[in-house]
């Protein structure tokens, strides 16, 4: 069974830096899109960054020009560059593999926690 084990998160200072690692244990079908979601305390599911069909990035508004997505196929790792780091940046962070129209199953990491506080 395929795990996703995601790494990285801790505490932070405002404007502070983080980089977010997802270890896919196997290689997964090309079909899958490589998403990073987060929920924040009292807040829904969103999505903050991910890496469509065909390579395209996508980010969340208020992250765009903050945090960077990058996929490592050798070492089938995905990561997220988090810079300038803000108090509602604070979540639970997923690595998520989605399969669009549900062809694979989708598969979900169990997060790492950011927090960003003086």
């Known amino acids: 069974q395929v795990q996703l084990v995601e790494s990285g998160g801790g505490l932070v200072q405002p404007g502070g830096s983080l980089n977010l690692s997802c270890s896919v244990s196997?290689?997964?079908?090309?079909?899958?899109?490589w998403v990073w979601l987060r929920r924040a305390p009292g807040k829904e599911l969103e999505v903050v960054a991910a890496?469509?069909?065909?390579?395209?990035?996508v980010y969340e508004g208020s992250v765009k020009g903050r945090f960077f997505i990058s996929r490592d196929t050798a070492e089938n790792t995905m990561r997220l560059q988090m810079d300038a780091l803000e108090p509602e940046d604070t979540a639970l962070y997923y690595c998520?593999?989605?399969?669009?129209?549900?062809?694979?199953?989708?598969?979900w990491g169990k997060g790492t926690l950011v927090t960003v506080s003086s």
């Open positions: 196997e290689q997964v079908s090309d079909v899958y899109e």
């Open positions: 890496i469509r069909r065909g390579g395209r990035t």
């Open positions: 998520h593999l989605e399969s669009p129209g549900g062809v694979l199953p989708n598969l």
